[in-house]
T-cell receptor, first 118, second 112 residues
Framework: EVELVESGGGLVQPGGSLRLSCAGS????????MHWVRQAPGKGLESVAA????????WYAKSVKGRFTISRDNSKNTLYLQMGSLRTEDMAVYYC???????????RGQGTLVTVSS | DIVMTQSPLSLPVTLGQPASFSCRST???????????LHWFQQRPGQSPRRLIY???NRDSGVPDRFSGSGSGTDFTLKISRVEAEDVGVYYC?????????FGQGTKVEIK
């Protein structure tokens, strides 16, 4: 069974940093483009970043470019999101997702909550 | 970025009655491979999103046939033929044609 388990969320002050992780299992992790998608409290869904299966290509939303870095370790079947210079507007549940061939996210986890507050 | 606009944002429905939601994009969602990457997601209260429909009109495995999607180009519709209590939640359209993926604001379905 396909599983994605996000972790690493928590409370951080504005300007701080946090690293999220997403452990994948039940599928060939290195064959999939992987994404981070977030959802602010009571709000809709927003794409944050994506990375190719080999890790050689990355894509970022304008809102996080230069502050967040997506990476992966295929030997550990794990996806990461290094978040820096955090702002209150970054507060959200962060979901990792693998990309279906048709270009949509396969959400399998419960997400991890990032709270940015002083 | 492609902007996705859904309407209505809130939809009170009667059990057993039909429901219909609209989704419009600011650009054509026809991908260079010829597919149209418009997808629909359901998010029940307290749960992660779940894909219902992919490529405009294809139901995902396990999705009841009371859900159907249609449309083309920039104009799309999700229909529920007879609403059941388990359909309560927020429905999002989403385009996967170009990066960044963008989502509509969501339509919240509640029972009258």
């Amino acid at each position: 069974e396909v599983e994605l388990v996000e972790s690493g969320g928590g409370l951080v002050q504005p300007g701080g940093s946090l690293r999220l992780s997403c452990a994948g299992s039940g599928f060939m992790f290195n064959s999939y483009v992987m994404h981070w998608v977030r959802q602010a409290p009571g709000k809709g869904l927003e794409s944050v970043a994506a990375i190719s299966g080999s890790g050689d290509r990355t894509w970022y939303a304008k809102s996080v470019k230069g502050r967040f870095t997506i990476s992966r370790d295929n030997s550990k079947n794990t996806l990461y999101l290094q978040m820096g210079s955090l702002r209150t507007e970054d507060m959200a549940v962060y979901y990792c997702a693998r990309e279906y061939p048709d270009g949509s996210p396969d959400f399998r986890g419960q997400g991890t909550l990032v709270t940015v507050s002083s | 970025d492609i902007v996705m606009t859904q309407s209505p944002l809130s939809l009170p429905v009667t059990l057993g009655q039909p429901a219909s939601f609209s989704c419009r994009s600011t650009e054509s969602l026809v991908h260079r491979d010829g597919s149209t990457r418009l997808h629909w997601f359901q998010q029940r209260p307290g749960q992660s999103p779940r894909r219902l429909i992919y490529d405009v009109s294809n139901r995902d495995s396990g999705v009841p046939d009371r859900f159907s999607g249609s449309g083309s180009g920039t104009d799309f519709t999700l229909k529920i033929s007879r609403v059941e209590a388990e359909d309560v939640g927020v429905y999002y359209c989403m385009q996967g044609t170009e990066w960044p993926w963008t989502f509509g604001q969501g339509t919240k379905v509640e029972i009258k």
